[in-house]
């Protein structure tokens, strides 16, 4: 029923940026969170940002100082800027959000993932 798109993946050399996008559409009736994780290959996935509707973020300490997540609120988007890639942030990122019902249900749901490759 909650839909997430995401859009901005691609191929970048160390020291690039890259700006995802994730746009929630559906039926909709809160967003209590919105995030990015990621997986790289022989890896878990990992939480790599997240931010509550209030604003207040988390980022995981490998990122910090170098990605920023933000929230469009009206739109229902949540960004990952990402600057000064490493290889070792290659991975497939996904999006992540929380929804809210008007019971006071919470579930949540996944984007589809978009691949991200740093190059040396």
């Known amino acids: 029923q909650v839909q997430l798109v995401e859009s901005g993946g691609g191929l970048v050399h160390t020291g690039g940026s890259l700006r995802l996008s994730c746009e929630a559409s559906?039926?909709?009736?809160?967003?209590?969170?919105m995030g990015w994780y990621r997986q790289a290959p022989g890896k878990q996935r990992e939480l790599v940002a997240v931010i509550i509707s209030g604003g207040s973020t988390d980022y995981a300490a490998s990122v910090k100082g170098r990605f920023t997540i933000s929230r469009d609120n009206v739109k229902d988007t949540v960004y990952l800027q990402m600057n000064s890639l490493k290889p070792e942030d290659t991975a497939v990122y996904y999006c992540?959000?929380?929804?809210?019902?008007?019971?006071?249900?919470?579930?949540?749901?996944w984007g589809q993932g978009t691949q991200v490759t740093v190059s040396s």
């Open positions: 559906g039926s909709i009736f809160s967003i209590n969170t």
């Open positions: 992540n959000a929380l929804l809210g019902t008007w019971l006071g249900e919470e579930y949540d749901t």
